[in-house]
């Protein structure tokens, strides 16, 4: 980030302020002109230079004003490309911004590739393509896409095309909520009933599964559901037991399940998490909407794996996160991608570190060397894994493997995050 800054500044020193925003993205590092020279003036200046002599202080002043300028607004960029959890590819070379997908396959037939930056990927289901690709389809070949804004596109045989799917922006949320994935600096504790659903998502059925984690020697857990209006309590001997319905959950009205184990220790005890761990019910016609969008999918001629990604796209555009997970964990899909995708669900979203660790160390023992992409984005999600589980050696691992596989893909702001991750680790380590 340290290179961007200076570019960012010296281009405004160059431009003037008055052209900034028309500058500001085609920086190219080109030496400046100091803007203020030497005075080879006298200390005692005669009259009838005053005029240059103001003239020159007021170059200065604009001079100063450019840079502090130039200083905020470098501040502001960094705040807002903030480290969110997005996927992307870059070109070898070239210290870019990670792209931000716009689109996932969700099926294919015969011989189908990618064809990204010079090079060709292999496509598993549920790869994920970004602005710039070209999708290519031998003889007898298919490639159906699922674009982020749910739309769906076919490739057919024999042919060659550019991703077609619309642009996408990062998607803006409301800091505070499970709407919006917090950023993994968290530590973790396994030794507590911490809640695995419902946690920061929405629901559909008023009558939810509760589930939480086991702890040994525990015999009998005190469950309790609280919300405006609710206040529902009970004891059970398993992780598990479904909600009555009564007192009836409210639609869009946030709800806490919380557990207590009989050897003391409560599922309160988990780390606090940016927007908590609470679940609200889905407005009923809203559920409606999204059950009739789902029928429809379920009509489709596509095999089973790609409807049912196809379904967890649309719950989790709904912030349905734990029915995405559902889904995508019993569609029997075997894939780096997918197994990626789910961790990310339970990382970024749930705040589920056990579970994360579980689906990443899936997708990575799987993954497709030539997919640089796919591996390096797998190698920091576990680096980040780790961190929250108080494993330093292993984070250190897994981010000194990302950060060379970021170094060739050349994503600069990723390179930058990674070093702050490392020092981050290895300043607590000492």
């Known amino acids: 980030m340290k290179g961007r800054i200076g570019l960012i500044i010296k281009y405004i020193n160059r431009q003037g302020i008055n052209s900034l925003s028309n500058s500001i993205s085609p920086l190219k590092r080109t030496k400046m002109p100091d803007v203020v020279t030497k005075s080879s003036s006298k200390m005692l200046v005669k009259s009838r230079f005053q005029p240059t002599l103001a003239i020159r202080q007021r170059i200065y002043s604009l001079a100063v004003v450019r840079r502090i300028t130039a200083f905020a607004i470098t501040i502001f960029l960094v705040i807002i490309n903030s480290n969110s959890p997005v996927s992307g590819i870059g070109i070898k070379g070239e210290n870019l911004p990670q792209p931000i997908a716009n689109g996932q396959i969700i099926q294919t037939t015969g011989d189908v590739g990618i064809q990204r930056n010079g090079h060709t990927i292999h496509p598993k289901i549920g790869t994920i393509i970004y602005p710039g690709d070209k999708l290519l389809t031998a003889n007898e070949s298919q490639i159906i896409v699922q674009c982020a804004n749910l739309s769906t596109q076919s490739i057919s045989a024999g042919k060659n095309q550019a991703n077609t799917c619309p642009s996408e922006t990062e998607e803006t949320c409301t800091p505070g909520t499970y709407k919006c994935p917090h950023r993994g600096e968290i530590t973790w504790k396994s030794n507590i009933p911490y809640i695995?659903?419902?946690?920061?998502?929405?629901?559909?059925?008023?009558?939810?599964?509760?589930?939480?984690?086991?702890?040994?020697?525990?015999?009998?857990?005190?469950?309790?559901?609280?919300?405006?209006?609710?206040?529902?309590?009970?004891?059970?001997?398993?992780?598990?037991?479904?909600?009555?319905?009564?007192?009836?959950?409210?639609?869009?009205?946030?709800?806490?399940?919380?557990?207590?184990?009989?050897?003391?220790?409560?599922?309160?005890?988990?780390?606090?998490?940016?927007?908590?761990?609470?679940?609200?019910?889905?407005?009923?016609?809203?559920?409606?909407?999204?059950?009739?969008?789902?029928?429809?999918?379920?009509?489709?001629?596509?095999?089973?794996?790609?409807?049912?990604?196809?379904?967890?796209?649309?719950?989790?555009?709904?912030?349905?996160?734990?029915?995405?997970?559902?889904?995508?964990?019993?569609?029997?899909?075997?894939?780096?991608?997918?197994?990626?995708?789910?961790?990310?669900?339970?990382?970024?979203?749930?705040?589920?570190?056990?579970?994360?660790?579980?689906?990443?160390?899936?997708?990575?023992?799987?993954?497709?060397?030539?997919?640089?992409?796919?591996?390096?984005?797998?190698?920091?999600?576990?680096?980040?894994?780790?961190?929250?589980?108080?494993?330093?050696?292993?984070?250190?691992?897994?981010?000194?493997?990302?950060?060379?596989?970021?170094?060739?893909?050349?994503?600069?702001?990723?390179?930058?995050?990674?070093?702050?991750q490392l020092r981050g680790v290895n300043s607590d380590g000492k």
């Open 196 to 420: 695995i659903s419902p946690r920061r998502t929405a629901i559909l059925n008023d009558k939810p599964i509760l589930r939480w984690n086991p702890v040994p020697g525990a015999k009998v857990y005190t469950v309790n559901v609280e919300g405006k209006g609710v206040k529902w309590t009970t004891k059970v001997g398993d992780t598990q037991i479904i909600y009555p319905g009564e007192p009836p959950l409210k639609p869009d009205t946030p709800y806490l399940l919380t557990v207590e184990a009989d050897t003391g220790v409560s599922s309160l005890d988990e780390p606090v998490s940016v927007g908590g761990i609470n679940f609200t019910l889905l407005e009923a016609q809203k559920a409606q909407e999204i059950r009739t969008q789902s029928a429809q999918i379920a009509q489709q001629s596509w095999n089973e794996e790609a409807k049912a990604i196809a379904v967890a796209n649309l719950y989790s555009k709904n912030s349905l996160n734990g029915e995405a997970i559902a889904t995508l964990e019993s569609s029997g899909i075997h894939t780096a991608p997918i197994y990626r995708q789910i961790g990310h669900r339970y990382f970024y979203y749930l705040a589920l570190i056990p579970q994360a660790k579980e689906y990443y160390t899936k997708a990575i023992t799987i993954a497709d060397s030539e997919d640089i992409e796919e591996q390096t984005q797998i190698q920091y999600s576990l680096g980040k894994v780790e961190v929250a589980l108080g494993n330093k050696d292993e984070a250190v691992r897994w981010f000194t493997l990302a950060l060379k596989g970021y170094q060739m893909l050349g994503y600069s702001e990723q390179i930058d995050e990674v070093e702050r």
